[in-house]
Structures are given as structure tokens and as C-alpha cells.
């Protein structure tokens, strides 16, 4: 059975930096292309980062490039996302998803791409 877990959300202020980690059991992680979504309040699940199985080759999404990192450590099964500069705008629940394939393409943001999915953790951003 396939599980995603994320964690390391909370509330921090505008400005600052959290780190997001994703531990995934059950399948071959460093087979799969990952990545993070986020949906806030009264707003659609948008795709923030995606990154290749060997860690090799990311996308971001506009809003957050420069700002949000995607690494992964496939030895330890987890995908991380480094969210730096956090605006208020950022305050969403962020889920970790994973591709049904090994790359992400220009394509990533379809949600129909991704085989499976965590829950979710918050992360709120304070002005």
C-alpha cells in the first residue's frame, strides 16, 4: 500500500522560511517524478513544483520561482520543497504528489498525471 505523509507546515510570518518534507512508502520513489501542489481558501489545487526522479531537472510554477526550492533524497524516500521570502499570498494547504512517470514536462500542472497523493499540511503565512 502506498503512503504519502507530509509535514513541516505551520504558521510563520511574511518573510520568513519553512521547509516541506514528504516520506513516501510503498512504491520505488526514485522511479517516480514528484511534486507539490498547494490550494488556498475558495481557490483550485494549483501545481507549485516539480521535480525528475533523479533530482536532475525541476519546473515552478511563476508565482514562487526564486523564492520555493524542490530537492529529493530518493535514499531516504522523501521529497522536500525550501519555501524562502513566504508571502501572505502563500497560505494554502500544500500536498505532495506522485507522478505516474519518471519526468515532468512542460505539461506537469494535470492533476490526472499524478498516481498518488498525501493529505495535505498547512501553511499560513501571517502580514
Known amino acids: 500500500q502506498v503512503q504519502v505523509v507530509e509535514s513541516g507546515g505551520g504558521l510563520v510570518q511574511a518573510g520568513g522560511s519553512l521547509r516541506l518534507s514528504c516520506t513516501v512508502s510503498?512504491?520505488?520513489?526514485?522511479?517516480?517524478?514528484m511534486s507539490w501542489f498547494r490550494q488556498a481558501p475558495g481557490k483550485e489545487r494549483e501545481g507549485v513544483a516539480c521535480?525528475?526522479?533523479?533530482?536532475?531537472?525541476?519546473y515552478y510554477a511563476d508565482s514562487v520561482k526564486g523564492r520555493f526550492t524542490i530537492s529529493r533524497n530518493n535514499a531516504k524516500n522523501t521529497l522536500y520543497l525550501q519555501m524562502n521570502s513566504l508571502k501572505v499570498e502563500d497560505t494554502a494547504i500544500y500536498y505532495c504528489?506522485?507522478?505516474?512517470?519518471?519526468?515532468?514536462?512542460?505539461?506537469?500542472?494535470?492533476?490526472?498525471?499524478?498516481?498518488?497523493w498525501g493529505q495535505g499540511t498547512q501553511v499560513t503565512v501571517s502580514s
Open positions: 504528489a506522485a507522478k505516474k512517470n519518471a519526468v515532468c514536462s512542460a505539461s506537469w500542472r494535470g492533476e490526472d498525471l499524478f498516481a498518488y
Open positions: 510503498g512504491l520505488t520513489f526514485g522511479a517516480y517524478a
Open positions: 521535480i525528475r526522479w533523479a533530482g536532475d531537472s525541476t
